[in-house]
């Protein structure tokens, strides 16, 4: 039987065949056997360091590397196997009491051994500074989180959740020294004390510096001496010219579509480009108080007409693929619920019919509001193109407002907006992080969508279900429901690149579902 890293169903207190998590992997990480330091370019900031505060893919990333999870995500996995734990798994029926064992011989890169006491700190202390741009947000459902022993933690959940070891696997979940940070506010010095793979040695505006951490104790095996990080701030074209001028290893996150198709075509460079999976997606979004978009036969034509591989093509030069449902490809229980209902290539007819079914006779007037950098550089000009289909249709006549993310959000809680963009970047990779968020109580997209079924019983049913996989059922009823409804038209999955120098390895390993980036796993020869 392979040991590594795995889900095993074992019966725990009360009879439930629940997960329980168990690990043997590697005991070391250490610079044996480790290539050179690799330089990365990235156009992504990194808003924080200190784990409680940053809610961001490039505060994550670093959290990922520095600060160990009770739990992590494998390379190509979306189900979390131990890391600084030896073990762990729900201990009663209901989902609602979460047990930890922690691994021997733990050390934060400071020299100071790593307990359940830590564990504990981390959580209590994150939950209690509840930063506006931290974690905190992830974890409603816990009540207490206590350590009876050097090794033991136990999580008291105030009411079930199976999806909770997804959760503490996510950079929500680093464990921070209680020796050297403080329980009532945010670390401000730009330094960061954790027992993952790496030490942040320097922290500013223009880069970071990452050397490996000779006493962590985990699943990961380093490969390379060091990693370097440029930020680059949103500038696209720096970072492409970086890497081709060899001053850069690797680019990732940040190069425009267009970089990356060039790049391509371009054989005369010694640079390859590397193409992972993600479940980053983008959907429209209808607020169903709205007067127009608020119709269901309005919802239905755009659905009806959205040609979402031409806009694929003509935007994102294939660097996205079309998507037909709420739970992305890669993640359990995705079906195709949106391509069963509306196709995939613009119907007219049934666009019209779908109107006059709605006493809509004339031209639909329509806004779609958008964005410019939030969710892409590329936003803006992808609604232009969907409001260049619909009107291509002679049923629309739609036009395109662009605002300030600030101002966004305001007038999208105000009801201002009928139709608008919202992106995602999952916290875990499991279909619970892409509907509940959506279509549970207090939805984040503020679209005014309420469904009995959704909130009452798949939601709360699938909450309580260990092993996932029996969830596909469900998550497969409640897209179908979105499906019909419409509170939201689900445009594109990314694709996830990473730009490298012919020198530069292992980077297939850092770029899955999980959006976890493994420096570990990068080598440079």
């Known amino acids: ?6 889900w095993l169903a074992l019966p725990l207190t009360g009879g439930l065949a629940a997960a329980l998590l168990t690990g043997c992997g590697t005991e070391s ?8 330091a690799v330089v990365m370019g990235m156009s992504d900031d990194v808003l924080a360091t200190d784990p409680a505060s940053g809610y961001d893919p490039g505060s994550w990333l670093l959290f990922n590397n520095v600060f160990q999870s009770l739990l992590s995500f494998p390379k190509g996995a979306t189900e979390p196997a131990p890391e600084a734990a030896e073990s762990c798994g729900f201990t009663d029926t209901e989902a609602k009491v979460f047990k930890c064992e922690l691994r ?3 050390k934060f890169s400071n020299g100071n051994a790593l307990t359940s006491k830590d564990v504990k700190f981390s959580f209590d202390r994150m939950r209690k500074i509840n930063d506006g741009d931290g974690p905190a947000i992830m974890f409603p459902m816990l009540d207490r989180v206590q350590a009876p022993d050097a090794k033991t933690v136990v999580f008291k959940l105030k009411y079930s959740d199976a999806t909770f070891p997804s959760k503490i696997a996510s950079g929500a979940g680093s464990i921070v020294d209680h020796r050297e940070y403080d329980m009532n506010r945010l670390r401000e010095d730009g330094k960061a004390v954790g027992s993952g793979p790496y030490k942040l040695d320097s922290f500013d505006k223009e880069q970071a510096a990452f050397s490996v951490n000779s006493g962590y104790k985990g699943t990961a095996k380093v490969k390379n001496e060091g990693v370097a990080i440029k930020f680059f701030h949103g500038d696209q074209k720096g970072l492409k010219k970086a890497l081709l001028e060899d001053r850069i290893d690797l680019a990732y996150r940040g190069l425009a579509a267009a970089d990356i198709a060039d790049i391509e075509q371009d054989t005369s460079k010694d640079v390859d480009i590397v193409e992972g999976t993600s479940a980053e997606v983008q959907h429209l979004v209808f607020n ?4 127009v978009a608020g119709k269901l036969g309005v919802r239905k034509a755009m659905a009806y007409l959205l040609d979402r591989d031409a806009l694929v093509k003509e935007v994102y030069q294939d660097t996205a693929t079309p998507l037909y449902s709420i739970v992305p490809a890669g993640i359990s229980g995705h079906n195709t619920a949106f391509f069963d209902t509306y196709g995939a290539r613009p119907q ?17 007037k329509l806004t779609l509001w958008s964005t410019p950098t ?10 232009r193109a969907i409001a260049k289909q619909l009107n291509a249709s002679g049923l629309f006549d739609a036009d395109v407002k662009s605002v300030a993310f600030d101002q966004y959000e305001k007038d999208i809680e105000a009801g201002k ?32 969508f309420e469904n009995g079924t959704i909130t009452g019983k798949i939601i709360p049913g699938t909450a309580t279900e260990s092993d996932r996989a029996k969830t596909d059922k469900q998550y497969g009823q409640l897209q179908d429901i979105v499906a019909e409804q419409l509170p939201v038209l689900p445009v ?4 996830q690149y990473a730009v490298v120098r012919d020198s530069v390895y292992g980077l297939e390993s850092c770029l899955d579902a999980s959006t976890v980036f493994r420096f570990w796993e990068i080598s440079k020869g």
């Open 1 to 6: 039987m392979k040991c590594r890293n795995q």
């Open 29 to 36: 990480g250490g610079a044996g056997d480790t290539g050179d």
């Open 104 to 106: 021997d011989g733990l």
């Open 288 to 291: 169903m108080k709205d007067p």
């Open 348 to 364: 007219r007819a049934k666009a019209a019919a779908a109107l006059r079914s709605d006493g809509i006779d004339g031209k639909v």
């Open 374 to 383: 939030r969710y892409g550089p590329a936003t803006d000009h992808e609604l």
């Open 417 to 448: 907006y009928g139709v608008y963009v919202k992106g995602w970047v999952p916290d875990y990779p499991d279909p619970d992080n892409f509907t509940q968020p959506f279509f549970g109580k207090g939805n984040v997209l503020g679209n005014h």
């Open 492 to 495: 594109w999955q990314a694709k």
